[in-house]
């Protein structure tokens, strides 16, 4: 599944302005069985993949990546990029029982 190069320069464009943490996805980062560090969220906005678009979203378009990280740890971050900064709307470790074994496809 590829997405369109421009959807990662954009997140990038956002990214460099400010970013955003929500108190929604520093809630879900903080959970016992996820503690996910805000380095790994910058990681994979830097350095991931856009697997899934959400264009038409009321609150705005939005992007799921996907990021192997140096930690070793596959993380997914649900992002969506505004005029003046990148919102990070929610962060976590994907698992088999809803994504395939290579956690970038969801299960049917």
């Known amino acids: 599944m590829n997405m369109p190069?421009?959807?990662?320069?954009e997140i990038k464009k956002a990214y460099?302005?400010?970013v955003l943490f929500t108190s929604?996805?520093?809630?879900?980062?903080?959970?016992?069985d996820r503690m996910i560090l805000r380095e790994e969220v910058i990681e994979t906005i830097?350095?991931?993949h856009v697997?899934?678009?959400?264009?038409?979203?009321?609150?705005?378009?939005s992007y799921l990546m996907y990021c192997n990280t140096k930690s070793g740890r596959t993380i997914h971050v649900v992002c969506a990029?505004?005029?003046?900064?990148l919102a990070i709307i929610t962060a976590y470790v994907?698992?088999?029982?809803?994504?395939e074994t290579d956690l970038r496809c969801r299960r049917k």
């Open 46 to 48: 830097l350095n991931g």
């Open 5 to 9: 190069e421009n959807s990662h320069e």
């Open 16 to 18: 460099n302005k400010k």
């Open 94 to 99: 994907p698992t088999v029982d809803k994504w």
């Open 24 to 32: 929604h996805s520093l809630s879900q980062m903080n959970l016992s």
């Open 51 to 61: 697997i899934e678009e959400y264009l038409d979203d009321p609150r705005g378009k």
């Open 81 to 85: 990029p505004k005029k003046d900064y």
